[in-house]
């Protein structure tokens, strides 16, 4: 009965047996992990709107190539992370479709312009820096698909990462205008990149039963902590400056020490109501609209060849 399977349920996620798609769960495990799984593959596809806008304005062959790569590669892990949440019961069109009428969430930090060409090596820096770090935990989560994806997807964000961190070093040997435009995009990037591990543990609903089933295996605050203790250092290196006053090192817990985020902004972004918001969904709406005759030129192929079959 249901409270056995429970049981039986929690002993294996106790032991760190993976979750496979055709095992039983309890109906609240699946929906967490649509409902995660969906908003990091959403991530991923609008993801690709701030950076995409440099393609074509990167300085030199080298460079659009890397983006050009990089950009397609976070398109390959959206579609990953659908097909992952199929395996749940999931449907990629009903999934799609919440993410078009506005009502699926996706990463707060996608919704700040790219202004400047230093933008795209902080992105590289930061946010992928960022995902990361979340990641690395979410490749040891107790559902087996989504951790396998996980394994393989932060291997592409480490070669992003680097990319990032190599265009930002460039910049900073540069002129000093080159310096002022790293300096400027780490300013407006640094925040709400510590916005994308989400709140304060204290008000975070899904922790508590994400921890529970190890689909989490640290906190929002934990994640943040180690982001912010690895990045500090690395921006130092190359003489950036953290725009954050009350940052500072303790020597006792080997923590750096940062202000409060401005939550009342991450909830208007969440909302819908950031910077790019409305920009973002467009793009994605008309690139669904557009894209409208090739499915149906493949359901028509699909069709055409099953009568043929069937000859
Ligand atoms: N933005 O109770 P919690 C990438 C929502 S990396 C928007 O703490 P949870 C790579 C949250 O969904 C970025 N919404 O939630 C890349 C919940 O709302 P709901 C994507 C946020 O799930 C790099 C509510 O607030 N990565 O794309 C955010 O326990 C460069 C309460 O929060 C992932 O999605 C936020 N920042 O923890 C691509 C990783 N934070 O659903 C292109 C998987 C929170 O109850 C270029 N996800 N919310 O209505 C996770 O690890 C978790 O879901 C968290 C949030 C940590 C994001």
New binding site residues.
């Given amino acids: 009965d249901e409270s056995t399977r429970n049981a039986e349920f929690d002993k294996r996620i106790e032991e760190g047996t993976k979750i496979e798609p055709k095992d039983w769960m309890p109906e609240k495990y699946r929906n967490q992990l649509i409902?995660?799984m969906s908003?990091?593959a959403h991530?991923?596809v609008v993801?690709?709107l701030p950076?995409g806008n440099w393609i074509t304005r990167a300085p030199n062959l080298r460079r659009k190539m890397a983006l050009l790569a990089k950009v397609q590669d976070?398109a390959g892990h959206g579609l990953y992370i659908y097909s992952a949440a199929e395996t749940l019961g999931a449907s990629r069109e009903d999934l799609v479709h919440q993410l078009l009428i506005g009502k699926a969430?996706y990463?707060?930090?996608f919704n700040y312009p790219t202004l400047t060409w230093a933008d795209i090596g902080i992105?590289g820096w930061l946010?992928?820096g960022a995902?990361i770090v979340?990641q690395t935990m979410?490749a040891k989560c107790s559902y087996g698909p989504y951790s396998r994806a996980m394994l393989r997807i932060c291997a592409e964000e480490n070669f992003h990462k680097k990319q990032g961190y190599e265009i930002v070093c460039t910049l900073m040997k540069g002129t000093e205008e080159q310096k002022k435009m790293a300096q400027d995009a780490l300013n407006r990037f640094w925040w709400p990149t510590l916005?994308?591990?989400?709140?304060h543990d204290s008000d975070?609903?899904?922790?508590a039963t994400?921890l529970k089933w190890k689909v989490?295996k640290k906190t929002?605050d934990e994640l943040r902590q180690h982001f912010v203790n690895i990045t500090v250092p690395q921006a130092r290196t190359i003489g950036l400056e953290i725009p954050d006053p009350n940052l500072k090192y303790n020597e006792e817990t080997k923590n750096w020490e940062f202000g409060e985020i401005n939550w009342e902004e991450f909830y208007a972004v969440?909302k819908g109501h950031g910077p790019c918001n409305k920009d973002r969904m467009k793009a994605r709406n008309d690139a669904h609209e557009n894209g409208s005759w090739v499915r149906e030129a493949s359901v028509a192929y699909a069709k055409k060849k099953q009568g043929k079959k069937v000859e």
């Fill in positions: 409902r995660m908003q990091h991530s991923e993801g690709m950076e976070e969430k990463s707060s930090i992105i946010v992928d995902a979340n979410l916005m994308m591990f989400g709140p975070s609903p899904n922790s994400l989490k929002n969440i």
